[in-house]
Structure formats: structure tokens, C-alpha cells
């Protein structure tokens, strides 16, 4: 049981490259979340999901994309890099059962540089 | 709207009690606590939600107080593994708005 799994864990980007971070889960969850973390800010939501084909935008959408063509898979992609997007990024999945009692698990994360 | 945490900051000496307070403007259906050790993701430790009861884990418990929007993170004892950075999130209506809280940094010595 894998849980969350995020490739690739490192990457430098040149700005205005392109990149996709690829979110896989194996616990048949319904909702999907891309979160970036920076020193001072904890985490903040860039856009999620709650089913396959479904998307919508977080906090902090702007330059980022994303897509969800199966369910368990949740894909961001930076169409052009910027020096602001260096930042760490978590995916992560909930169980969308009304009386969970379990909370998001998140993935190892994807530590990425723009320069 | 973001929860407010409080304290930023804490540092313990091994065996020594610690609370950390998480607040919100809003009527909350349910409030979560998670712990991220330093270059890891943050680890679920619970969920408390409207309605229910005080939770806890091994020597790790929270409280939800419904009525002022407030939760409280519990560590008796305090290990040195419990050294991190712990974050809330509150949900305001289920499935919705889901908000995580700046962080309290732990740091336990020996």
C-alpha cells in the first residue's frame, strides 16, 4: 500500500521551462489536492479536485494547470517557470466518506528551483 | 480565512507538557491537527468533529470547543520524536474551505 505517491521528488527548472509533477494515489479516494509550501506561509492550495474529470482553482492558482483524467491520478503542470514558483510541493488525498476519520495523506513531496 | 495558531513557537525540555491553540473566525464543522517533521510531509495525528468527542493519541490528545471556534493540541510528556511543526486545518461545512494554519514550531531537548 503505496498511499501518495509524487515524481519527481528534486528538479531545477530554467525560467519560462515547462514541467508536469505527477500525483498518484492508491486508496480509491475521491478528492485531490495540490498544496505548495514556503518558509513562513505553511501550505497553501493551488487547485484540487473532487472526481475524475473535475477540477477546480485554490488560493494560488496563477500559473499553475492541472488535470485529472483518472482517479487516481492528479497532474500539475507549469507552463512557464518563474523564480517565484521555487517551492515545495505536496499533493494530497482525502476520503470523501462523510463520517471519515482520517484526515489527508500527503505525498513525499516535490522540492523544485527555478532559475 | 486562515485559522490562527498560537504559539508560534515553543521549546521544551524531554518530559514537559505543551499546548497549542488553534482558532477561527468562522463556525467550523471540523478542525484536523497534522505534524511535519523537518524535509518531510506533513503526518495526519487526528480529527475532531462538530459534535464530537475529545480525541487523543497515546500522549498526544486535542479538544474541539465548538461554541468559540477554537481547538486545542494536547502533549504531555513530551519525547523527543515529537519535535516538528504542527499545523491545524479547519473545515467550515463538510467537503468545503478547508484551511491549513500557519504551523507551531515544537522543538524538544534533551
Known amino acids: 500500500n503505496a498511499g501518495v505517491t509524487q515524481t519527481p521528488k528534486f528538479r531545477v527548472l530554467k525560467t519560462g521551462q515547462s514541467m508536469t509533477l505527477l500525483c498518484a494515489q492508491d486508496?480509491?479516494?475521491?478528492?485531490m489536492y495540490w498544496y505548495r509550501q514556503d518558509p513562513g506561509m505553511g501550505l497553501r492550495l493551488i487547485h484540487y479536485?473532487?472526481?475524475?474529470?473535475?477540477?477546480a482553482k485554490g488560493e494560488v492558482p496563477d500559473g499553475y494547470n492541472v488535470s485529472r483524467l483518472k482517479k487516481q491520478n492528479f497532474l500539475l503542470g507549469l507552463e512557464s517557470a518563474a523564480p517565484s514558483q521555487t517551492s515545495v510541493y505536496f499533493c494530497?488525498?482525502?476520503?470523501?466518506?462523510?463520517?471519515?476519520?482520517?484526515?489527508?495523506?500527503f505525498g513525499s513531496g516535490t522540492r523544485l528551483t527555478v532559475v | 480565512q486562515q485559522p490562527v495558531q498560537s504559539p508560534q513557537a515553543v521549546i521544551l525540555r524531554e518530559g514537559e507538557d505543551a499546548v497549542i491553540n488553534c482558532s477561527s473566525s468562522?463556525?467550523?464543522?471540523?478542525v484536523h491537527w497534522y505534524r511535519q517533521k523537518h524535509g518531510e510531509a506533513p503526518v495526519f495525528l487526528m480529527i475532531?468533529?462538530?459534535?464530537?468527542e475529545q480525541k487523543g493519541h497515546e500522549k498526544i490528545s486535542a479538544s474541539f470547543n465548538e461554541k468559540k471556534q477554537q481547538s486545542s493540541l494536547y502533549l504531555t510528556a513530551s519525547q523527543l520524536s515529537y519535535s516538528g511543526t504542527y499545523f491545524c486545518?479547519?473545515?467550515?461545512?463538510?467537503?468545503?474551505?478547508?484551511?491549513f494554519g500557519p504551523g507551531t514550531r515544537l522543538s524538544v531537548l534533551p
Open positions: 479536485s473532487v472526481g475524475e474529470g473535475t477540477t
Open positions: 486508496m480509491n479516494h475521491e478528492y
Open positions: 494530497a488525498s482525502i476520503d470523501s466518506d462523510r463520517g471519515r476519520n482520517y484526515g489527508y495523506t
Open positions: 475532531l468533529l462538530k459534535g464530537g
Open positions: 468562522k463556525a467550523l464543522y471540523s
Open positions: 486545518g479547519t473545515e467550515a461545512n463538510y467537503g468545503q474551505n478547508f484551511v
